[in-house]
């Protein structure tokens, strides 16, 4: 029963291994794929971020740069002549490139924010590395313990069973110097000194130095002959 125990326990201890080595590649395989993908993801909202901030910086330079030109103009025009209709035409005309550069300066702070963002979560997946790095040091530091019981486990129920059999050795020997003092305590009581089986020298000493047989002898009355 003792063997099928340990045979059992160290069962459960390779299951939990198995079982933990699996969860643990799972984990490391699936965190990997999805670090992979989320840098992909990250590589390119970056590029077409970037690429679209390019954009909308030079088309906001090259609004800027007509603005400027049709103000010059408007102020020339103001100055030199009385409103007319193309002078009307340009204000209109101003005033559509405002509305413009009012909408493209929207969308690069919109690109902003959106480029904040990704940074940010570029800072979170920097922590749940770290996290995944922790957990991986603690499952390291988990199996290190479980091989430390697995092998201690196997050590005790080794010396249980070197003190099992060592208890029933002396369970042997107790048994039998037991037998013979009885028998050495049945004849002192019957008076019957000689009988046909003849008890050993070696095991009659042994059984009057047991510390139990000299109880035993003390606590009997001793009849009279």
């Not at 690429?51 to 100055?79: H, W, Y």
């Not at 902003?112 to 499952?139: A, G």
Request: some cysteine; overall charge negative.
């Amino acid at each position: 029963m003792k063997k099928e125990l340990e045979a059992s326990h160290e069962e459960k201890v390779e299951s939990l291994k198995e079982h933990y080595e699996q969860s643990l590649e799972e984990i490391k395989k699936s965190h990997e794929q999805e670090m992979q993908a989320l840098e992909k993801t990250l590589k390119d909202a970056e590029a077409t971020l970037s690429n679209q901030i390019e954009e909308l910086t030079t088309e906001n330079n090259v609004l800027n740069e007509r603005l400027k030109v049709e103000e010059d103009q408007r102020r020339q025009f103001a100055e030199k002549y009385q409103k007319d209709s193309h002078t009307l035409y340009l204000e209109q005309e101003l005033d559509s490139l405002k509305v413009v550069l009012d909408i493209k300066n929207k969308q690069i702070h919109q690109q902003d924010k959106k480029l904040m963002q990704l940074d940010k979560l570029m800072e979170k997946n920097v922590k749940l590395d770290e996290c995944l790095k922790k957990v991986q040091q603690e499952n390291e530091d988990l199996k290190a313990r479980m091989d430390k019981h697995a092998a201690l486990s196997r050590q005790l129920s080794t010396e249980q069973a070197a003190l099992q059999e060592s208890l029933q050795k002396e369970t042997k020997v107790n048994k039998r110097l037991s037998m013979e003092n009885e028998e050495l305590l049945w004849k002192l009581q019957n008076g019957d000194l000689s009988s046909p089986r003849k008890i050993s020298p070696s095991s009659t000493s042994v059984g009057l130095r047991s510390p139990r047989n000299s109880d035993v002898f003390s606590s009997l009355p001793v009849s009279p002959r």
